[in-house]
């Protein structure tokens, strides 16, 4: 590996910092109902405003606990403590690939290594405060919440970073259509079109944004391409949830369900208030027709001091606090009768799980990973896990070809020119494909039974249907050849302290010399 001079003339092209500290207020509370269709409000031109449906999402998922528990649950299986780096080169299409399988390994190996290295420091972070595993967990937050993510790619020339790659994200808010004439003009001359804040060749491919300074109305907006003029690099990313395939921007999840998160949490509101009101003494003096109507002697601690009052005309009101109430000296013909409310309603959670799983149905999961409770057979909560895990592999593959994979591609070309990596043929299109092939590997899936999914995977590794390394990758993102070279060590240790844990290394008890020897 090459020693990377630090002073060596780079090209740096300029690209815009964007302001995302001064971000506004977007948490309208409960949802806005603004026209029939409930979440989303369309313009005259026949587009979606997405900036009403990003506003909504965010206030349902402030507002919202099954909104955050959803959400939450996919963090937590999709992207986790982060998804790591599997270099997988396909070096049958890279003509100078080196032929030895040692050598391709330790190319892997270095890799690997040089990416742990970046990803679990806050380089990655263009404000130096998280860390890549952070990062992804932020983006898949972000996508998840309001459907899409901008990121600028940042190349920082500094002696004290490993690589010069750095990732800001934007507020999805900054991305504005532009108005001023001089640009849209410029814009047109080039035969480019500029929807909702993104400027499109004429094949349909996103060549540039528009990133307002702030994300206040009327905001200076500065033009970010996608790619550097002159280096290549990649500056810019844009990954979103697109329905259709002439969508612009990404269109929030949580959007489609508005209407029953907000009733769900007025109804959640309504039930407590009346619970805590059904919780506190409620009661009123019944008088019997042709009985006095003279009130009784009310005493009511207030403070320190007991307050002895007789009411002529009944009790109007008394404020109790958390202290006692004493009614002393009724009337004749009167009775105090107990109110009792008919809350909380006994088919409250019913109800809500009805809606509970009709939500969570619509994300892909059961209603028993939403609530973490499986309380049916082994069968079927295996069932339960198996299905939902389609979904886990499947979004975790949207976010690593929209997201990890554009950002590995360009820390990998860093290293490249950097001479940190020895890449030969790597300035082509088919070999620099071909180096950056990789697989994202995050948490292995819940197994219900650990003895039955252990047997499964020694079958699966007999007929050949995995490996080792991936199945230590899948299992805890570990190393296959390290685990292997550390239980050598162990187990010589053990060997030399005289603890038998193979029967191959036990002493050959046949030849040893039995328990006290011969007297």
């Not at 990803?119 to 998280?130: C, K, M, T, V």
């Not at 994300?215 to 280096?231: C, E, L, N, W």
Request: charged share 25%; glycine share 6%; hydrophobic share 35%.
């Amino acid at each position: 590996m090459g020693v990377r001079d630090w002073f060596r003339p780079r090209v740096v092209e300029k690209v815009v910092h964007v302001h995302d500290s001064d971000r506004r207020s977007t948490s309208k509370g409960h949802y806005t109902g603004k026209t029939k269709f409930g979440n989303i409000r369309y313009q005259d031109a026949g587009w979606i405003d997405y900036e009403s449906l990003r506003e909504n999402a965010r206030g349902v998922y402030n507002d919202s606990l099954i909104a955050r528990s959803i959400i939450g649950r996919l963090i937590d299986q999709v992207v986790n403590t982060g998804l790591t780096l599997e270099s997988t080169p396909l070096w049958s299409m890279i003509p100078e690939a080196p032929a030895d399988d040692a050598d391709r390994y330790a190319f892997t190996e270095q890799v690997e290594a040089l990416w742990k290295l970046y990803a679990d420091s806050r380089e990655p972070d263009y404000h130096g405060r998280l860390t890549f595993r952070q990062l992804q967990r932020l983006v898949y937050r972000l996508l998840l919440k309001e459907g899409e993510v901008f990121a600028i790619l940042h190349y920082m020339n500094s002696p004290e970073r490993t690589n010069p790659l750095a990732i800001q994200i934007l507020n999805n808010d900054q991305i504005r259509q532009p108005y001023d004439a001089q640009i849209l003009e410029a814009a047109k001359a080039r035969g480019a079109k500029i929807r909702e804040g993104i400027e499109y060749d004429a094949t349909g491919k996103m060549t540039a944004v528009y990133i307002a300074e702030t994300a206040d109305f009327g905001s200076k907006v500065t033009r970010v391409s996608t790619y550097g003029p002159r280096s290549k690099r990649r500056f810019l990313i844009h990954v979103g949830n697109f329905e259709t395939a002439d969508q612009s921007r990404g269109f929030p999840e949580l959007s489609a369900m508005i209407y029953e998160l907000d009733r769900l949490v007025e109804m959640d509101i309504s039930e407590l208030e009346n619970s805590i009101a059904s919780a506190g003494l409620m009661a009123f003096v019944e008088t019997e027709k042709g009985a006095q109507s003279r009130g009784p002697v009310i005493k009511a601690n207030v403070g320190t001091q007991n307050i002895d009052r007789n009411t002529e005309d009944g009790v109007r009101s008394v404020e109790m606090g958390k202290r006692a109430l004493f009614m002393q000296n009724l009337a004749p013909g009167q009775s105090i009768k107990a109110y009792q409310p008919a809350h909380p309603n006994p088919n409250y959670t019913a109800f809500v799980t009805a809606f509970e799983t009709k939500l969570a149905d619509m994300w892909g999961m059961p209603l028993s990973v939403l609530h973490q409770k499986f309380q049916g057979s082994y069968s079927a909560a295996r069932a339960e896990i198996l299905f939902f895990w389609n979904n886990v592999f499947k979004r975790r593959d949207d976010i690593a070809s929209g997201f990890l994979n554009l950002v590995y591609e360009a820390w990998f070309a860093e290293h490249v020119q950097d001479g940190n990596l020895s890449a030969p043929g790597f300035g082509r299109p088919m070999p620099r494909k071909a180096y950056t092939v990789c697989t994202w590997n995050g948490i292995s899936r819940p197994v219900v039974d650990p003895v039955k999914e252990v047997n499964a995977v020694k079958t699966r590794l007999d007929l050949g249907h995995t490996t080792g390394e991936r199945e230590a990758k899948a299992y805890n993102g570990s190393d296959f050849r390290e685990n292997i070279n550390r239980l050598k060590t162990e187990n010589e240790l053990r060997r030399d302290a005289n603890i038998a844990i193979d029967p191959e290394l036990a002493p050959d008890t046949e030849t040893d010399d039995p328990p006290g020897g011969d007297e």
